[in-house]
C-alpha cells in the first residue's frame, strides 16, 4: 500500500500555499492592484512596489522547481524579512505574523522536499 501523508508530500503542500498566496501578491503589486498603491504609497514606498512584486514572482518560480528552490527559499524569505522590517519600524509590529509565517514555510518547503524520502 502506498503512503501518501509523507513529509515530501507535506513540502509540496507548503510549496502551493506559499506559491499561491505570494504569487497572488506579487503579481497584484506588479499590475498595481488598488490597494497595493494604497498601501504602497502609504509607506512612501510607491516606487520600489513593482521590484518587490518581480522578487515576489521570481522567488516563487524558483521554489516550486526542485533544481532551483534553494533560490527561491532565501529570495522569499529576504522579501518577507524586509516586510517584517517594515512592519516593525512603521506600524509598531502589527501584521507580523503573515510575513513570518510565509518566509518559514518557504524554507519548510524547499528542506521537506529536498531532504526527507
Known sequence: MKKYLTLKNLGWLLTAIVTFMLGMSGLSKIFGA????????AMNLLPYMA????MEVAGVIALCIPRTSI????????????AVAVHIAMFGGVGLFMPIFLGAAAWTAHCLRTYTK
Do not use: I, K, R, W
Open 71 to 82: 533560490y527561491g527559499a532565501v529570495l522569499l524569505s529576504s522579501v518577507m524579512s524586509g
Open 51 to 54: 521590484l518587490v512584486g518581480v
Open 34 to 41: 488598488d490597494e497595493a498603491v494604497a498601501n504602497f504609497t
